[in-house]
């Protein structure tokens, strides 16, 4: 089995900084992109950010240069440094990780962090 796992998420005020965390463990034999979603209420789920095992990265417009995606392929673990905080990116963060196991390759999710920002 495969878990992964959220954490980091919290309320802040405009012009503030958080650290999400996502960790992923189990029968992994290895993980290819890792990414990062958010849902605000009523809106879609939406792509804010991803980045490949190699270490690329690729981000949504409405996020650049304030947000930062890494991994550290040794914990399994992916990070989404969000600097300068909008009221706007308040949303449930998911994560999303494409794991390899020994049935296959499949896409995994978080159970969401709230992360709200106060204006």
């Known amino acids: 089995q495969v878990q992964v796992v959220e954490s980091g998420g919290g309320l802040v005020q405009a012009g503030g900084s958080l650290r999400l965390s996502c960790a992923a463990s189990?029968?992994?034999?290895?993980?290819?992109?890792m990414d990062w979603y958010r849902q605000a209420p009523g809106k879609q789920r939406e792509l804010v950010a991803a980045?490949?095992?190699?270490?690329?990265?690729n981000y949504a417009d409405s996020v650049k240069g304030r947000f930062t995606i890494s991994r550290d392929n040794a914990k399994n673990t992916v990070y989404l440094q969000m600097n300068s905080l909008k009221p706007e990116d308040t949303a449930v963060y998911y994560c999303?990780?494409?794991?390899?196991?020994?049935?296959?390759?499949?896409?995994?999710w978080g159970q969401g962090t709230q992360v709200t920002v106060s204006s």
């Open positions: 999303n990780a494409n794991i390899a196991t020994r049935g296959g390759e499949y896409d995994y």
């Open positions: 980045i490949t095992s190699g270490g690329i990265t």
């Open positions: 189990g029968s992994i034999f290895s993980i290819n992109a």
